[in-house]
């Protein structure tokens, strides 16, 4: 996942969908698009309190220095009416 980011920082994108788990709870992907155009996972999210999204970017802030390299973010055009 590191790895990933570490060499396409430029793009990244959130995703949230509630069918990739049988849990009652949404599941935040973070992607960025690799060298041959498939979208690689560099972090994952499944909140169950109301600050996980903030706690998971600032982990991933925390432990990702190409942070300054990401030019574009794209989010899932639903995500606002999502609750976490």
């Not at 973070?30 to 155009?37: P, T």
């Amino acid at each position: 996942m590191k790895h990933a980011f570490t060499a396409y920082p430029e793009l990244v994108r959130v995703h949230a969908t509630y069918k990739l788990l049988e849990l009652a709870l949404p599941t935040y992907l973070l992607l960025c698009k690799h060298s041959n155009g498939r979208s690689k996972i560099i972090a994952v999210c499944l909140p169950v309190t109301e600050d996980a999204m903030t706690r998971m970017m600032e982990n991933f802030k925390k432990h990702n220095v190409n942070l300054n390299k990401i030019r574009v973010i794209m989010v899932d055009k639903n995500i606002g009416e999502r609750d976490v």
